[in-house]
């Protein structure tokens, strides 16, 4: 059995390095984060309570860890690690900043400290404990096959108290624990108890800062250099034969024929040749449409608002990445975004907002929406379809909090570069061939990166004209007659609904769409490299090829697979060291692309 760790018997700290490119400003690049191991995972009562006090603490933007931290203009986004990590056999809880000083790092860790101190001495409100608690009900009560198949989220819940020797059933026993929560609740406290008890009077305590280092990739890489060689220098001539013979039986495992009959096989019989029809209902309200698609959802509304943003111009598209934060993100109807952030997390479980870019099957052009989407539960319809109200029409946008929405996308951008490296490569390779594939890189790759670069250096003395743009394009998609509605909800919640999104149309309002289309051109086609300091690549090779509409198209279906299967995983994954590598036919854009994924070969793979 895996031991629990050794406990500290007072708190510690330790500096790391990261890679940084050379040249780039270090001043404020570090990360500070202090963390604690706090309750076993296989504990499931204590896991629960432990989530909800996180999720409190950190949860949302006007959380008061979170606030406090953010509030400090030590950094600008919350630092990795921060939240419960809840995959080890104790659960860690962290909290701090990216875009520290790295002398600023116990500073970060006195504002932990404090904000913590002052909640257990003052009290956690209640309310936002409710929230907390709602939005956890919110995601068991959820049957959703989003992320992985239900089935498998089930049984990920139960798996730590399995390998940890708790009750994996208790898990899955949300209620159980709930109730044993509200109970615990009623005494008084209990929150405060649990943050002394599990953070301000636990030793095991660490304060982590990352530091910013150009020259870690190549002290890395010649002490790999210097290990192989001392290797080498000692191995004898029958050592030596023993590896080579080695690689050379790998070699044959890798280019042997597997034998496939033990794997389960689909026929074409297993597999419907009609889609199911799905049931509508669709309303027409003051040149608004509404549809509902009435479905089993457990008690669960959702819904999305959709705007054609075709007419916006091209300035105004690239600030729709800014635009989907602020709008879920600041103030509204007299309410700051901590007031307003409280009601989304009460209410419902989760409000967001995206622009959206959707290919046409049938002619080389694509279809481009903006939506704000939420769920709820029930319950909570009406106050849930007036927050959307309010934020479409009553949007208070602050230059301060303004900045603080930019400099945090822009940090969480190029912190994720080597997350989201394969989906910048394959958008800006689409970018090269047709203008959907130049839109949908200003708006989630490369070019959105750029651009919030460009909005983060703007001074004080420009945001009010930022304030101005940004807002008007809030008017301009959210007016009667230019957006559809559309829901999934319960059968019975087809007309109480139906009331509620009138009363928000006529909130919304008038007045004739301006402009006209505008499509940006696709980008010079050339070969192009982009270099980030991460030790892998994500390589990407396009092709335009035919629409789903052309005979062709199910034939480069299934070319896709059958490459990726019998030829790519082979070549690039097995014998390559690519953690993946991929075809897709894009049929619905006329695309084909050839894809690797953290692959340590650039010209093998090409």
């Known amino acids: ?96 900043l990216k875009d520290v000083a790295t002398e600023d790092a116990e500073k970060v860790q006195q504002v932990v400290l404090d904000s913590l101190a002052k909640l257990a001495d003052d009290g956690v409100d ?19 096959n989003a992320g992985f198949p239900y089935g498998l989220k089930v049984l990920f819940t139960s798996l730590p108290p399995y390998y940890y020797g708790g009750d994996p059933y208790s898990a899955i026993n949300f209620d159980a624990d709930l109730e044993q929560l509200e109970q615990a609740r009623t005494q008084g406290r209990f929150f405060e108890r649990l943050i002394r008890t599990e953070l301000l009077d636990n030793p095991h305590r660490a304060l982590l800062t990352i530091v910013p280092d150009a020259a870690l990739e190549e002290r890395q890489r010649q002490k790999e250099l210097d290990r192989l060689a001392a290797i080498e220098a000692g191995l004898d001539d029958d050592e030596k034969a023993r590896i080579v013979g080695e690689a050379l039986r790998l070699k044959a495992d890798q280019e042997a ?25 669709s309303v027409d309200k003051d040149g608004v449409t509404i549809e509902f698609f009435p479905q089993p959802t457990n008690g669960v509304t959702y819904l999305d608002i959709r ?39 009460a209410v419902t479980g989760g409000v967001g907002a995206a622009p959206q870019v959707q290919s046409l099957a049938a002619t080389d052009d694509y279809l481009q929406s903006f939506v704000l989407s939420g769920r709820a539960l029930d319950r ?14 009553r949007l208070e946008i602050d230059p301060h909090r303004l900045q603080e929405v930019i400099a945090e996308m822009a940090t969480r951008l190029e912190s994720s570069i080597s997350s989201l490296g394969f989906q910048f490569a394959i958008l800006r390779a689409h970018s090269k061939l047709t203008s959907e594939g130049a839109i949908n ?6 070019g959105m990166l750029h651009s919030m670069r460009r909005l983060a250096k703007l001074n004080d003395s420009r945001l009010n004209d930022l304030i101005a743009k940004v807002d008007a394009i809030r008017r301009r998609l959210f007016r009667a007659g230019a957006v559809r509605f559309v829901v999934t909800c ?35 086609l050339a070969p192009e490299a982009l270099t980030a300091p991460v030790p892998v690549a994500f390589n990407v090779r396009i092709f335009k090829t035919v629409r789903f509409v052309h005979p062709d198209s199910p034939a480069l279906l299934v070319l896709a697979n059958y490459l990726r299967d019998t030829f790519l995983h082979r070549e690039l994954r097995e014998k390559g060291g690519a953690y993946g590598g991929y075809a897709q036919a894009g049929v619905g854009s006329g695309t084909f692309y050839f894809g690797s994924y953290r692959d340590p070969n650039i010209v093998r793979t090409y």
């Open 490 to 524: 319960e059968d019975g919640m087809v007309a109480p609904l139906q009331t509620l999104l009138e009363e928000l149309v006529a909130a919304l309002p008038t007045g004739t769409e301006e402009g006209h289309l505008e499509q940006p051109k696709p980008i010079e």
């Open 380 to 393: 909570n319809a009406r106050p849930f379809v007036e927050l959307l109200t309010d934020l479409t029409t």
């Open 257 to 281: 024929r597997q034998d496939l009959e033990s794997l389960p096989t689909l026929e074409l019989s297993d597999i419907p040749m009609k889609f199911e029809d799905v049931p509508r209902q």
């Open 441 to 446: 890189d200003r708006l989630q790759g490369i």
């Open 307 to 345: 705007s054609d943003f075709s007419a916006l111009t091209l300035e105004e598209k690239e600030l729709l990445p800014l635009f989907s934060r602020v709008l879920t993100q600041s103030g509204a109807a007299g309410q700051d975004y901590v007031e307003v952030a409280s009601r989304i997390a």
């Open 126 to 144: 209640s309310d936002q404990v409710d929230a907390a608690i709602h939005r956890l009900e919110f995601e068991k009560r959820e049957r959703s």
């Open 1 to 96: 059995a895996i031991p629990d760790v050794k406990r500290l018997d007072s708190p510690i700290s330790a500096t790391e390095p990261y890679p940084i490119t050379a040249g780039e400003d270090t001043t404020h690049k570090s990360q500070a984060l202090v963390a604690w191991v706090t309750v076993p995972s296989g504990d499931s009562f204590r896991l629960l309570a432990m989530k909800v006090l996180s999720d409190v603490l950190l949860g949302n933007a006007g959380s008061p860890l979170r606030k406090a931290l953010i509030d400090s203009h030590l950094g600008t986004a919350m630092a990795d690690g921060t939240g419960l990590q809840d995959d080890f056999r104790e659960t860690v809880f962290g909290a701090g």
